[in-house]
């Protein structure tokens, strides 16, 4: 039974054609080289064709991750400001609650609003932008909530790139 | 009239892969090409990336063909050499021919 979790993976990052053909590829030498292998290199591949992304417009993509780290400023600002603001106790599930709203749904937002700015490189910016968030958020010693921010920004990108790929839009099926 | 594409090395044996494996070129088939002939394990993500890259500069063409089992019901993509592809692999093999001529480094005079 065919598993589109990997044409699913690699699609994030080329056309679901090529796509396609590499998970195909790489499932025709699993039998050869065993599940390890396949998933080490479905890792692996999904990767190269991430740096090659941005390595083919590192400014397009440096661009793209700047609108989304605009674009994430209000609803980041909006969950200090919607727990400070308000008489909410201190660590309380409530203010919890208002800060992940606002700081999960804008990464969403977000996600989702850098696909569409970008169809070719949006989920390449996405995808650094999350490495690049969720190193500084470790580094500053975030919790879950904070912790979990660049993931959901990921989900935005993925389910726009879904749709899109699934509509049939022109210019991300024939992209490099 | 449009520039001159130069090749690297590992576009040039890639695009020599093809050739050799004339209507049976896809991502498998190459990467056993290369370490039968010339003995390098290349990392798929390695040429799937450069194979990307070829057809982007137009040296080589894909079609998908029809699924298979094998591949778990999906696709292979298949590649051939274009004019222009072939065309910047002899101008690569002549710049080597010239640089070899008065050489003779596989019987060793000048290793």
Same mark, same amino acid.
């Given at each position: 039974?065919?598993d589109?979790? $990997? ?5 994030l990052f080329t056309?679901? %054609?090529r796509a396609?053909?590499?998970a195909?590829?790489?499932a025709e030498?699993?039998?050869?080289h065993?599940?390890r !292998? ?9 990767l190269?064709? !991430?740096?090659?992304a941005?390595s %083919?417009?590192p400014l $397009?993509?440096?661009l793209?991750?700047m609108?989304?780290?605009?674009l994430?400023?209000?609803p980041?600002?909006g ?6 603001l308000f008489?909410?106790?201190s660590?309380s599930p409530?203010?919890?609650v208002?800060?992940a709203?606002f !700081?999960?749904?804008g990464?969403?937002?977000t996600?989702?609003s ?5 169809p070719?490189r949006g989920?390449a910016?996405?995808?650094t ?6 190193a500084?958020?470790?580094g500053?010693?975030? %919790?879950l ?6 993931? !959901? ?5 993925g389910f726009?790139?879904?749709?899109a790929i699934?509509?049939?839009?022109h210019?991300v099926e024939?992209?490099? | 009239?449009?520039?001159a594409?130069?090749l690297g /090395?590992? /576009?040039? #044996?890639i695009l @020599? ?11 498998v088939?190459?990467?056993?090409? @290369?370490?039968?002939r010339t003995?390098r394990?290349?990392?798929p993500?390695?040429m799937?990336t450069? #194979? /990307?890259?070829?057809?982007?500069k137009?040296l080589?063409?894909s079609r998908?063909?029809?699924p298979?089992?094998?591949?778990g019901?999906r696709?292979?993509r298949?590649?051939t ?7 910047a692999l002899?101008?690569?093999v002549q710049a080597?021919?010239r @640089?070899?001529?008065?050489l003779d480094l596989?019987?060793?005079?000048h290793?």
């Amino acid at each position: 039974m065919r598993d589109i979790s $990997v044409d699913r993976l690699l699609s994030l990052f080329t056309s679901s %054609d090529r796509a396609e053909a590499i998970a195909g590829d790489l499932a025709e030498e699993r039998e050869q080289h065993g599940g390890r !292998w396949f998933w080490l290199h479905v890792a692996r591949v999904t990767l190269a064709l !991430w740096r090659n992304a941005v390595s %083919d417009a590192p400014l $397009v993509v440096l661009l793209v991750a700047m609108a989304g780290c605009a674009l994430f400023a209000a609803p980041a600002f909006g969950g200090i400001a919607s727990v400070y603001l308000f008489p909410f106790p201190s660590g309380s599930p409530v203010g919890r609650v208002a800060l992940a709203l606002f !700081w999960w749904g804008g990464a969403l937002l977000t996600g989702v609003s850098l696909l569409s700015i970008s169809p070719q490189r949006g989920m390449a910016a996405c995808a650094t932008l999350a490495v690049v968030a969720e190193a500084l958020l470790i580094g500053c010693g975030a %919790d879950l909530t904070g912790l979990l921010i660049p993931a !959901w920004l990921l989900a935005g990108a993925g389910f726009a790139r879904r749709r899109a790929i699934g509509g049939g839009i022109h210019a991300v099926e024939h992209e490099r | 009239m449009a520039a001159a594409v130069n090749l690297g /090395e590992f /576009e040039q #044996l890639i695009l @020599l892969a093809i050739l050799r494996l004339r209507d049976d070129a896809y991502g498998v088939t190459i990467r056993a090409e @290369l370490a039968e002939r010339t003995g390098r394990q290349v990392a798929p993500g390695a040429m799937y990336t450069a #194979l /990307e890259r070829l057809e982007s500069k137009g040296l080589i063409t894909s079609r998908m063909t029809d699924p298979t089992p094998l591949r778990g019901g999906r696709a292979k993509r298949q590649v051939t050499v274009t004019a222009a592809g072939r065309e910047a692999l002899t101008r690569a093999v002549q710049a080597y021919d010239r @640089l070899l001529d008065g050489l003779d480094l596989v019987r060793g005079k000048h290793a």
